[in-house]
Structure formats: structure tokens, C-alpha cells
């Protein structure tokens, strides 16, 4: 039997995210947090469901594996 | 634990005119404002265009220094560029974010709040009918008992998702913005300039908000969904090198707008959600700045008075939502059909469009007579009229 894909999560690239906030919104599970520290998707959380995806004004989020 | 009565959560517009509000409704009201960045007003996520009318409730602005500059005209551009011009008058004005907020915050300070800078809330939970909630600031980190919180943290609100509320936003109703103060460039600094095109804008539009003379907040907001798979980034590279290829790019900014309606649930008990944060933007012009002072208003006043009458309830706060659906949501509502009527109509419309309203002599052109213009093909814009850009 062949392993199971790796899970898909979304992840921020830091040098090139502003911290707008766009993605929090749009995230349903609210697996994205914005603090004076920067941007965070919280791995356990995110379903992979690429919705922060395509809007953010930089393309600073990207799919990689979990 | 230190304690407050009324907690804001977020000194923007929304936030600043709830606690002034707040705190000038009920003298001894102990009002706490907290705002996540070091200043009051910076960094600028914003296009700073407001409507005379709905700003002078507020502040006036006859020789304030919180402005830019003053706008008399609006300038359409149509996709294939036609020009039409629309007439003037005390139009509006295009505000200097990082002196405008500290003049709310001011008037919030001179009526006995308190605004800490630096300040972030981090996360909240219920305690003795209020909510304890958690600060990460330059005071370290601590724990405020708050009577009731009022969440004005913006597009990326959280105080929402933590009372329980529903405050997700669906990708078609996401407008992504990205925005240059460009100088250098010949623009007429009196006016303000909005661009319809599907290959510039996709399901938003390209502005131009004059700064000061030659200089420009030269933006534009898109739907991803309808997009090239750009980012809203690279789409304004392309506008700029096209209509602005000799100006210098002073500053840059990205954020999300949201074009959609007021949150159904804009209370929950002791939470109340105002601005930004309860989705209060007028969705047709992405216009939030008025709209936000406005439920700050309500949201304050309705605050100080549920408190006085020591009922924090979600149901005696949801006074507060249906002061504001009968004061602007239910607009918004109408606005957002018309948003979805005009995203179905394609650039060779508003071209024709163009062509036809520049017939009429332009002292005789105004907002209302161009969608009288514009409703002969589709009736369904109806409602619009003069109150539809700022």
C-alpha cells in the first residue's frame, strides 16, 4: 500500500508578509494569528483549504507539507 | 487584577470615537483604549479618502493639520481610459491617517480615557459577567477585568472570534488592496480618480488620492477569485509602470477591505463589534473611515448606557446592531446587490457608458444623473445615486 500524501499546510513566508491581516478572516478554522511578533498559522489547526491563499497582497502564503 | 468598564480594543477610527463617546456619555466611566502598534494612526493601511459630510460630524476640518488635501472633483477613467469628469464642490478630503487618529485619540484622552500604545490583547475569557482579558504590552503581561469589550481590531478582529461570533469573511467578498504614495506625477491635486477596468482592477477598481501637489495614494483593490493569479502586488506594478512610469514610489502598502455586509451577530454579551471588525464598509467604494467613526458612536454611547443600567447582555446590546442597520447596514445590504449587478457588466458598458454621460455638459454631470444614464440598460442600479463613492 502506498504512504498516505503528506498533509497540506499554509505557511508564511516572514520576509515578505506586511502583517495586513487580510488572511485572518478568511481562515475558518482561525488558525492564523497576527501579533507584534508577525504573522503565525498554527500547524495543528489549519485544514489546508488554501482559502488565505490567492488574496494575499503579497504572496506571502504558500502550501507546503506538514 | 486591574479593572475597566469599558475595554476598546483597537485605536483606529472605530475605536478611538467609542471611547470618546464612551467616556463623554458617562463622566467617572473608567474607559481603557488599547491599540496593538506603538502610535496611534501609523502604520497607514488605508487610501484616506472620507466624505465631507460624514466627517465634519466628528471633526472639523477648516485649517486642521490631520488633511492632505482637499477634494472638489471626481474623476472617472473608464477601461479604455475615457475621462469623465464630475462636479464640485466641499466634496470631501483626503486625511493624513498618521495626525487624524492621534486628533480622535485626543478628544477620547480630553474626556478622561486612557489609551495605552503597544498594547496588544491576546486573548479573553469569561469572568464575573464581563471578560477577563489578556494584554501583552510594554507594561509586560497582564490580565484587565473588563464590564464590557468593545472590539474595533480591524479587518484582522479577533475579539470576535473569541466572544463566539462569526466574523469569517468568503473569498468573493475579500477585495486585496495594494496601494504606492507616488510622487512626481501630474495628476490635478483637487480631485480623486477612480479607474474601472477588469485587466487593471479585476472585480474592484484603481484610485488615485492626491497627497499634496504631484504627489499620489495611487492604489487599487481586486477579488482574487477574478484575477490572473497575480497578487495585488504585482497588479500595481503593472499599473504604475502603465499611467505612472516617471513617478518615484515614496511608500507602500498592502491590506484587505472587506465588501460585504455588517456581521449578523455584531454583539455577544458584553462584546460589542464596531468598524472594520463588524464588516461595517460600505461595499460599493471600500469606504470604512466615516463609516467606522459612525458605529463608534453608537457603539459607545449604547456601551455607557447598558452599563449605567447594569444590563451587559447580548440582548440589550444588539440595541446597539439595529441602531446601526437602520443607520447605514441596511444601505450596505442594497449597496452589495448593486456590487453584484455591476460585477456582472463588462468593460465595453462602462466604455459606452463613458462616451454617453460625457454628452452632457459637465456642470451638468453629477452621480445621479450618470446612473440615471447608466440605469436605461440595467434598473437594477437604481438606488445608487450621489452617496455611492465617499
Known amino acids: ?66 | 487584577m486591574l479593572r475597566a468598564d469599558v475595554l476598546v480594543v483597537g485605536a483606529g477610527p472605530a475605536g478611538c470615537v467609542a471611547a470618546w463617546e464612551a467616556a463623554a456619555a458617562a463622566p467617572g466611566l473608567d474607559v481603557l483604549l488599547i491599540e496593538r502598534d506603538d502610535a496611534v494612526g501609523a502604520p497607514v493601511r488605508c487610501a484616506e479618502g472620507v466624505g465631507s459630510a460624514g466627517l465634519r460630524e466628528f471633526l472639523n476640518p477648516d485649517g486642521a493639520p490631520w488633511y492632505s488635501r482637499k477634494i472638489t472633483k471626481v474623476i472617472f477613467w473608464a477601461p479604455d481610459d475615457s475621462e469623465v469628469r464630475v462636479g464640485g464642490g466641499d466634496i470631501g478630503y483626503i486625511l493624513d491617517r498618521t495626525r487624524f487618529e492621534p486628533a480622535l485619540a485626543d478628544e477620547a484622552k480630553r474626556v478622561g480615557a486612557e489609551i495605552w500604545t503597544g498594547t496588544e490583547a491576546v486573548g479573553m475569557e469569561r469572568l464575573n459577567g464581563g471578560w477577563k482579558v489578556r494584554l501583552h504590552g510594554p507594561r509586560g503581561e497582564q490580565d484587565v477585568l473588563a464590564k464590557l469589550v468593545i472590539g474595533a481590531d480591524g479587518v484582522e478582529s479577533m475579539v470576535g472570534r473569541w466572544a463566539g461570533l462569526d466574523t469569517r469573511v468568503a473569498a468573493r467578498d475579500m477585495e486585496s488592496c495594494a496601494q504606492y504614495v507616488i510622487s512626481n506625477i501630474a495628476v490635478d491635486p483637487d480631485a480623486i480618480y477612480l479607474h474601472f477596468a477588469d485587466r487593471w482592477a479585476p472585480g474592484g477598481y484603481a484610485w488615485v488620492f492626491p497627497k499634496g501637489v504631484g504627489v499620489a495614494n495611487v492604489g487599487l483593490g481586486l477579488v482574487a477569485l477574478k484575477s490572473d493569479g497575480r497578487s495585488a502586488c504585482a497588479y500595481l506594478d503593472a499599473y504604475a509602470a502603465r499611467y505612472f512610469p516617471d513617478g518615484e514610489v515614496l511608500g507602500r502598502t498592502v491590506g484587505g477591505v472587506i465588501a460585504g455586509v455588517t456581521v449578523k451577530q455584531a454583539v455577544a454579551d458584553a462584546v460589542m463589534l464596531a468598524g472594520d471588525a463588524a464588516h461595517m464598509i460600505n461595499p460599493l467604494s471600500g469606504g470604512g473611515i466615516v463609516n467606522a467613526m459612525k458605529a463608534g458612536r453608537l457603539a459607545g454611547r449604547h456601551a455607557a448606557a447598558a452599563i449605567a443600567a447594569g444590563d451587559t447582555s447580548a440582548r440589550r446590546l444588539n440595541r446597539y446592531r439595529d441602531d446601526w442597520m437602520a443607520l447605514l447596514g441596511e444601505d450596505h445590504i442594497k449597496y452589495y446587490r448593486i456590487k453584484e449587478a455591476l460585477g456582472k457588466l463588462d468593460d465595453a458598458f462602462f466604455n459606452r457608458l463613458a462616451r454617453t454621460v460625457n454628452a452632457i455638459p459637465v456642470e451638468q454631470r453629477t452621480l445621479g444623473r450618470i446612473f440615471a444614464h447608466a440605469l436605461v440598460n440595467h434598473p437594477r442600479l437604481i438606488p445608487v445615486a450621489a452617496r455611492l463613492f465617499l
Not at chain 1, 499554509?10 to 507584534?36: K, N, S
Open chain 1, 1 to 66: 500500500m502506498p504512504p498516505a500524501p503528506p498533509r497540506r499546510i499554509a505557511a508564511v513566508d516572514h520576509d515578505a508578509c506586511d502583517e495586513c491581516g487580510l488572511c485572518l478572516p478568511l481562515c475558518p478554522p482561525a488558525a492564523i494569528r497576527l501579533t507584534r511578533r508577525g504573522l503565525a498559522v498554527d500547524a495543528k489547526t489549519c485544514t489546508g483549504c488554501v482559502k488565505c491563499i490567492a488574496p494575499c497582497p503579497v504572496g506571502a502564503l504558500a502550501m507546503v507539507d506538514a
